[in-house]
Nanobody, 125 residues
Framework: QLQLVESGGGLVLPGGSLRLSCAAS????????IGWFRQAPGKEREWVSC????????IYASSVKGRFTISKDNAKNTVYLQMNSLKPEDTAVYYC??????????????????WGKGTQVTVSS
């Protein structure tokens, strides 16, 4: 059974950077499409980024494009989200999700099969 654990969240100043990690156990991530999502207080969950099971063709929401980078390390069975130039609007709980659909658009359309419990990111002065 695939399990996902997010880490790397915290408090950061506007303009700062954080790197989130999504560590998998129970299976290997190259069988899954992986997405990052976030939920801010009082708002619905928002899709942020996705990477194919092969680690190719990463995609991003327009709100984070150019600032965030998703990547995968198969040896560590971990997916990362590098977040630069952080804004207060990025404040949210960030979740990692995995789909048995290895292509991102299929995974996002059909929904994720596995979820982590989230990590809090707060961008504030």
């Amino acid at each position: 059974q695939l399990q996902l654990v997010e880490s790397g969240g915290g408090l950061v100043l506007p303009g700062g950077s954080l790197r989130l990690s999504c560590a998998a156990s129970g299976s290997i991530l190259n069988y899954y499409g992986i997405g990052w999502f976030r939920q801010a207080p009082g708002k619905e969950r928002e899709w942020v980024s996705c990477i194919n099971s092969s680690g190719s063709s990463p995609i991003y929401a327009s709100s984070v494009k150019g600032r965030f980078t998703i990547s995968k390390d198969n040896a560590k069975n971990t997916v990362y989200l590098q977040m630069n130039s952080l804004k207060p609007e990025d404040t949210a709980v960030y979740y990692c999700g995995a789909s048995s659909n290895y292509a991102c658009f299929s995974a996002l359309r059909r929904g994720m099969d596995y979820w982590g419990k989230g990590t809090q990111v707060t961008v504030s002065s």
